[in-house]
């Protein structure tokens, strides 16, 4: 081996393959034989329209082989070669706060919007050295302060390439919305990171499920109903979802609502404004909007709503989750519906959004395939 192939977005929409340089592995760095980059949402958008002109290798679910690695770093992760792990694309400065709370996720060694020199798997500008920063290729590289898990045993690779969106579902749901036991929530959007939320509010002990979709998500809801949804409501075709949400919970409205619509405008929060209980519940949401005219601020006020922002996944939520998949508990088999390999990476993401393969609800893309 003495090249690395790999997909690097150029622009928008747009895909080079090229070669480069198989990394030297330094005493505290390792290189990474990837197996699977999950893709989500945010690859659809960034693909769409990248941040920045800098050629990138995106790929930023990250589940690979550590296929070589130097002497500290293997001391200091507990990890050997042939060792099966999951990367968080959060690459951390390890000496903030945030990175000591196990929060990486606000680290501004990982801050893109902010931090021009910010390492990001699947975010950072391929012409910065050794340039494997992204899992859409063959082999990835492992700098010292790379987050790295262990894949419990009896989980294969392509379950694995669930973690992400499992994590986010624990730390938006859990940590975030404080679903436990008992709780009613409204789930918006049935893609994998909704469905994702659907399993761990259930192993939270919820009572309640809803989760609504558009006409086209039929597929989806059939799944989300699998994994725990106790109601499904197509809010297309549903005359006032509002009322049907209403009668289910006998008039008193959820305790939870997460919103994982992508796309879907301000809808999502003004039902969920609506949906939550009389006092104290809590939205967590992640809409990306500049602008909300006409927000119902008096409502939110009067309602004591606690609003909390969708971001990423802490290290527990990571390890909670792998440990979710290790159980086998649900068929989660249905939500990793289709695999690409590289070459196919362009196809892979249009699909996720809608606009390739129909019924995609997680698509795996394996570079070796
Ligand atoms: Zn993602
Ligand atoms: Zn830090």
């Known amino acids: 081996m003495e090249k690395v192939l790999a997909a690097v977005r150029v622009g928008p929409s747009n895909t080079e393959f090229r070669e480069f340089p198989v990394p030297a592995i330094s005493e505290d760095s390792a290189l990474l034989k990837m197996e699977v980059a999950g893709i989500c949402g945010t690859d659809v958008k960034l693909y769409q329209t990248p941040p920045s002109n800098a050629p990138v290798i995106m790929g930023h679910e990250n589940i690979g082989y550590i296929a070589k690695v130097g002497r500290e770093f293997s001391q200091r992760k507990g990890l ?34 902010y931090n021009p020199d910010a390492v990001r798997f ?62 009613t929530v409204l789930i918006q959007g049935p893609g994998q990171q909704g469905l994702s939320q659907a399993v761990i509010c259930k192993q939270a002990g919820a009572a309640l499920i809803i989760m609504t979709g558009t006409s086209k998500d039929r597929a989806r809801m059939t799944v989300a109903k699998a994994l725990g949804a106790d109601f499904v409501i197509d ?11 209403m009668d289910i919970t006998s008039g008193r409205g959820v305790d939870v609502v997460l919103d994982c619509t992508a796309g879907a405008g301000v809808f999502p929060v003004l039902l969920g404004v609506e949906a939550l209980k009389r006092k104290g519940g809590t939205i967590v949401v992640q809409g990306e909007m500049a602008e909300f005219p006409n927000f119902p601020i008096a409502k939110v006020t009067v309602k004591f709503i606690t609003i909390k922002s969708a971001r990423g996944h ?51 893309l394996m570079p070796w395939k």
Request: charged share 20%; aromatic share 10%.
């Open 235 to 245: 809010v297309e075709t549903e005359q006032n979802p509002l009322a049907r949400i």
């Open 314 to 364: 802490s290290y527990k939520a990571c390890e909670l989750a792998l440990e979710q998949l290790a159980s086998h508990r649900f068929p989660l088999e249905n939500v990793t519906t289709h695999t690409f390999g590289l070459k196919d990476v362009d196809l892979a993401i249009r699909s996720v959004g809608g606009h390739g393969i129909p019924d995609v609800i997680h698509a795996s």
């Open 80 to 113: 050997k070669e042939g060792d099966l792990v999951f990367v968080e694309h959060y690459v951390m400065c390890g000496k903030c706060e945030w990175c000591h709370l196990g929060q990486y996720r606000h680290c501004e060694n990982t801050d893109w919007r």
């Open 122 to 183: 699947g975010y950072t500008s391929a012409e910065k050295p050794p340039h494997l920063w992204g899992g859409f290729a063959e082999f990835m590289y492992l700098p010292w302060n790379s987050v790295v898990h262990k894949v419990p045993k009896g989980v294969t690779p392509e379950l694995a390439g669930l973690v992400t969106p499992m994590s986010n579902g624990i730390e938006w749901s859990l940590f975030d919305g404080g679903v436990g036991y008992n709780s």
